[in-house]
């Protein structure tokens, strides 16, 4: 017997709450929800920006962390930056615009590598957590960048130009109707980094809502995380 998966369909893993302390002192909330059996690799999700709603429980990065671990093997490792709030938990500061932020990022690397011990972790940004990524995630020990809806607001040159050398891929799904870069701008906005692979997804809008679309995101990540998982179901089959 197999049931459909659905927006709000939530499958067993792991999951424990955590909280991670930052280098000025600011204690951040956060959930790793990791497979029952053995772990394929890992992803450490950036949110979008909290000043438009953005957490850690953003509907991708929830889904992400409801389906991934059970299908793929993948465990998601989700917090809050600072001044953030989710069901989960208030992280302690103010939000900063992007700055003080990289903090956060440089704590949740460690958190993973050193405390966690993953493997294979990928950074995972969406929107305001591309910028976040391209500018503080550059943690030699990861292995790459995936970007959702990158608007590109606060990213400068030198930091393109920075992961033009470092050489570790970075893909950039861009929807055809993004509010802040399309496919064509991202083209030329990206065009300083030499290996960047841009994934142009048609129909999809700057915030991934809708079935399809968050299909299409997981599956991009389970592509390049855990590549033997794919193609992702769509229904379970509960006697597996």
Same mark, same amino acid.
């Given at each position: 017997?197999?049931?459909?998966?659905?927006?709000?369909?939530?499958?067993?893993?792991?999951?424990?709450?955590?909280?991670?302390?930052?280098?000025?002192?600011?204690? @951040?909330?956060? /959930?790793?929800?990791?497979?029952? #059996?053995? !772990?394929? $690799?890992?992803? *450490?999700? &950036? =949110?979008?920006?909290?000043?438009?709603?953005?957490?850690?429980?953003?509907?991708?990065?929830?889904?992400?962390?409801?389906?991934?671990?059970?299908?793929?093997?993948?465990?998601?490792?989700?917090?809050?930056?600072?001044?953030?709030?989710?069901?989960?938990?208030?992280?302690?500061?103010?939000?900063?615009?992007?700055?003080?932020?990289?903090?956060?990022?440089?704590?949740?690397?460690?958190?993973?590598?050193?405390? @966690?011990?993953? /493997?294979?972790?990928?950074?995972? #940004?969406? !929107?305001? $957590?591309?910028? *976040?990524? &391209? =500018?503080?995630?550059?943690?030699?020990?990861?292995?790459?960048?995936?970007?959702?809806?990158?608007?590109?607001?606060?990213?400068?040159?030198?930091?393109?130009?920075?992961?033009?050398?470092?050489?570790?891929?970075?893909?950039?799904?861009?929807?055809?109707?993004?509010?802040?870069?399309?496919?064509?701008?991202?083209?030329?906005?990206?065009?300083?980094?030499?290996?960047?692979?841009?994934?142009?997804?048609?129909?999809?809008?700057?915030?991934?809502?809708?079935?399809?679309?968050?299909?299409?995101?997981?599956?991009?990540?389970?592509?390049?995380?855990?590549?033997?998982?794919?193609?992702?179901?769509?229904?379970?089959?509960?006697?597996?």
């Amino acid at each position: 017997m197999s049931e459909i998966i659905r927006a709000n369909t939530s499958l067993p893993a792991n999951r424990k709450l955590f909280r991670l302390i930052t280098a000025d002192g600011l204690s @951040l909330v956060g /959930e790793v929800a990791s497979p029952l #059996g053995v !772990s394929e $690799g890992a992803i *450490l999700c &950036l =949110h979008p920006n909290p000043t438009g709603g953005g957490m850690m429980d953003s509907h991708v990065y929830r889904k992400a962390a409801n389906r991934l671990p059970f299908l793929a093997g993948i465990t998601v490792v989700r917090f809050n930056t600072r001044g953030t709030s989710s069901d989960a938990g208030t992280s302690e500061g103010v939000f900063d615009n992007g700055i003080k932020e990289g903090m956060d990022v440089e704590a949740a690397l460690s958190f993973c590598f050193d405390e @966690l011990l993953l /493997e294979n972790l990928w950074v995972v #940004g969406w !929107s305001f $957590g591309t910028d *976040l990524a &391209l =500018h503080f995630a550059k943690d030699a020990r990861h292995k790459g960048l995936i970007l959702l809806s990158p608007p590109l607001k606060n990213s400068a040159p030198e930091q393109l130009t920075y992961w033009n050398s470092d050489g570790r891929p970075i893909i950039a799904l861009i929807p055809e109707f993004d509010d802040y870069l399309k496919p064509n701008e991202a083209i030329e906005r990206f065009s300083l980094i030499s290996h960047v692979e841009i994934i142009p997804v048609a129909g999809a809008k700057h915030l991934w809502v809708g079935e399809p679309s968050v299909y299409r995101v997981l599956s991009e990540i389970v592509a390049r995380v855990a590549p033997a998982k794919n193609p992702l179901p769509t229904q379970i089959p509960w006697d597996s």
